[in-house]
Structures are given as C-alpha cells and as structure tokens.
Nanobody, 127 residues
C-alpha cells in the first residue's frame, strides 16, 4: 500500500527558503513519477515539479523554474522540494503524489493523472 507523508511546511517571508520532504513507502517508487502539487484556497490543485526516479529527469511548472528544485534521496526513500526566493503567491497546501502506472508526458503536471497522495503540508509566504 502506497504511503506518502509530507513534512517541512511553515511560514516564511518573501525571498526566503523552505524545504519540503515526502517520505515514501509501500511500493517500488523507483519505477514511477513522483511530484509536488499545490492548492491555494478557491483554486484548483496544480503541478509544481515532477521527477522520474529511474533517470532523475525533472519537470517544472513555469512559475517555479529557477526557484524550486525537486530531488530524491534513495537511501532515505524521501522526495524533496527545495523552495528558494519564495513569493506570496507560492502560499498553498503542498501535496506529494505518485502514479503507479505509466502516464503520457503531456499529463505530468496534471493532478488528475496521479492516484496516490499525501495529506499535505501548509506553506505560507508573507510579504
């Protein structure tokens, strides 16, 4: 059974940094895309960054390119999202997700393509 547990959220001032963690267990995560998504109040859940563990290929939404970095530590079975130069518009509930079957590249940043989710961790950026 897939289990994803996020941590590391909190409050930070604009321009600061934060690192989110997602502990993965219960499946062979090395074979499937893993990603970070976020959802602000009144908005749809959106893709932030995705990684394919087998090749370490990464994909980012344009709004976070150059500021956020997704990475994976195999020894710890943990997915990370390093958030630098954060902005107030980055405030949201951040989710870790994975999909346990192949999906088209065109859907990598679509929340609807993923079938397993963590409980989320809140990030609040103040100006």
């Amino acid at each position: 059974q897939v289990q994803l547990v996020e941590s590391g959220g909190g409050s930070v001032q604009a321009g600061g940094s934060l690192r989110l963690s997602c502990a993965a267990s219960g499946y062979n995560y090395d074979r499937y895309y893993m990603g970070w998504f976020r959802q602000a109040p009144g908005k749809e859940r959106e893709g932030v960054a995705v990684i394919y563990p087998g090749t370490r290929s990464t994909f980012y939404d344009d709004s976070v390119k150059g500021r956020f970095t997704i990475s994976l530590d195999n020894a710890k079975n943990t997915l990370y999202l390093q958030m630098n130069n954060v902005k107030p518009e980055d405030s949201a509930l951040y989710f870790c997700a994975t999909v346990t079957h192949p999906i088209p590249l065109s859907t990598l940043l679509r929340a609807s393509a993923y079938n397993s989710w963590g409980q989320g961790t809140q990030v609040t950026v103040s100006s």
